[in-house]
Structure formats: C-alpha cells, structure tokens
C-alpha cells in the first residue's frame, strides 16, 4: 500500500512540474530559470528580507543561495543594503530593474493560470483550489491552526448546511424541526436553478473543517437576498460573520444588483449587530409563531 502511495506522489510532482512550467529553461518565457524567479517573486512580495531568511523559508542551501543573490545582484536586479538595527546584517531588496522582472513574471503567471482555470467549469475550479488547500494544510511543516479560508461550495456542503443549521438552532434557540425543513427546501431550490453568474454559497473552512456559510441568491432584477448565515460556535469571535457579509455585498455589487436584503429573527443579536454594522437597515417587524417558539420576524435592506 505505501509503495502505491509513494508512486501515486511521484506520478503527481512529475505531472504538475511539467503542467507548470517548472523545469523549462526560463521559466514563463523569461530568462530566469525557476529558483531565480522564485527569489524574484519573494523579494518582490517581501520589500526587502535577510539571505537567512529567504533560505529558511524556501528551504535552500546557504551556499546555494548565495550563488543565486551573487548572479542576480552582478545583473543589476537585486541589491543588498546593511541593516539599520545591525549593520553586520544585509537587507536583500530588488532594484528598479528587478522590480520591473518582478512584474512581468507576476503578470505571465497570473495570465498562464488564468488559462489554466478557464477550461474547467466553475465547480472544477473551486474543486481544483479545494485540493490544493489540502495539499498546502498536510503538507505544511508548521500547520497555521485555526486559519479560516472561504471557498465556494462543492458536493457535500448543501448537506452540511441544513444539517448544522438544524442542529444549532434547536441547541440555541430551541427551534423545531421545521426550521430544518425551511433550510432543506431554501438549499433544494438553489440547486436546482443556480445561476453561477448571479448568485454564490461560501462555505468557511477552519483546519480542513466546514465552520460557516452565508448564500446571495436572486430576488428580483435588481434585487439579491442574503440567506442562511452560520457560524459554528468554535469558530465565533473572529470576524468571520462580518467577512462573509462583506463577501456577499461586495458579490451583490459586482454582479450589478441595486438592493440586498435579508430575512431574520429579533432574537439573532449577534447577526443583528454584523448586518447593522455592515450598513443594512430594519424596514419592517412582523410577529408569527414558527418551529415551535413565538418570533419576530425582521425585513433588513442594504442599497447598493
């Protein structure tokens, strides 16, 4: 089984250096090759770092490195300059030039990728990105615990949704099993006419695990309503509600709509205070008995 595995890994690193580009003489038509660039890239997304620094980060050789700084520094691309709080130290930054090979590698490289993604279908991308998270979160010498990511959502997440949206809501607030049903048919109609170009579901991830998910959905011409805001309780106090509100009205705006609007109930404090501070406003109460408690609905619109 490991010997299938080991295999399976190489097979993987030879498909994606390849895909990639990474072993062409200059990597993205430029002149430099790949661990050249990749000093570039760093120094160009840093400002300035320290030799050790850059040789920890990436895992390179001292020695090695040195060579790569010397090579670049004798063609005028990076420069080194002492450091102010220790002089025995030097500051690696990129010159005028380098800054100028800097852009045009980012520049080719956001294009080649946006090649890339632009022959798979919206969920094969999302799908693809997914992936490489997990790629990224197994393999990293020093997991960073507790980062939160968003993505859209993928197979899987629509039964999370109203699972955890039945579950919390009857732990906190003692609400019946009907809410559960109003998730389930909210979630059924999405799929069943989502449109990719007007309305999006982000589900939040914290260790490789789903802790929320806010939808936009079309409620008219120019009108889009925010739905199914949830947070799980590990993943609270941490802005993520007021990021993923943020995320829809930035969605909604794009996408040209003139008004977002949402539905929810008196006793959501905590939703209350993100919507209110994201700048929505209560139009209208209304009173109704549902999923076995006494509510009081709120009608909140935000103008774009």
């Known amino acids: 089984m490991m010997r299938m595995r080991v295999d399976a890994v190489r097979r993987f690193n030879r498909f994606y250096t390849a895909r990639i580009g990474a072993l062409r003489e200059g990597l993205l038509g430029s002149p430099h090759p790949l661990p050249e660039a990749r000093l570039l890239y760093e120094l160009g997304q840093r400002g300035q770092c320290t030799a050790s620094e850059l040789g920890r980060d990436l895992d390179l050789d001292l020695g090695y490195l040195s060579r790569l700084v010397h090579s670049l520094r004798r063609r005028g691309l990076v420069q080194a300059k002492p450091a102010p709080e220790d002089g025995r130290r030097s500051l690696l930054s990129l010159t005028p030039s380098g800054r100028r090979s800097f852009s045009t590698l980012d520049a080719r490289s956001r294009a080649e990728v946006s090649a890339m993604l632009a022959k798979l279908p919206a969920g094969e991308q999302a799908r693809l990105v997914g992936a490489m998270h997990t790629v990224e979160s197994l393999l990293r010498a020093e997991p960073r615990q507790g980062e939160i990511t968003l993505r859209a959502h993928r197979p899987g997440d629509m039964g999370w949704v109203v699972h955890r949206h039945g579950a919390l809501y009857a732990q906190e607030f003692g609400w019946d099993e009907r809410f559960e049903g109003l998730v389930a048919g909210i979630v059924a109609k999405l799929v069943a006419n989502f449109d990719a170009s007007r309305e999006r579901c982000w589900i939040a991830e914290m260790d490789g695990e789903p802790v929320g998910s806010v939808f936009v959905v079309k409620a008219g011409q120019t009108t889009a309503q925010l739905r199914l805001l949830l947070i799980e309780p590990g993943a609270r106090g941490r802005g993520l509600g007021k990021r993923l509100v943020q995320e829809c009205i930035a969605f909604a705006r794009e996408k040209g709509y003139r008004r977002l609007v949402l539905w929810t ?25 549902s999923f076995g408690v006494k509510l009081t609905g709120e009608y909140w619109a935000l103008a774009l």
């Open 265 to 289: 109930q008196s006793n959501l404090v905590a939703a209350r205070t993100i919507y209110a501070g994201c700048g929505f406003e209560l139009k209208k109460t209304e009173k109704h008995a």
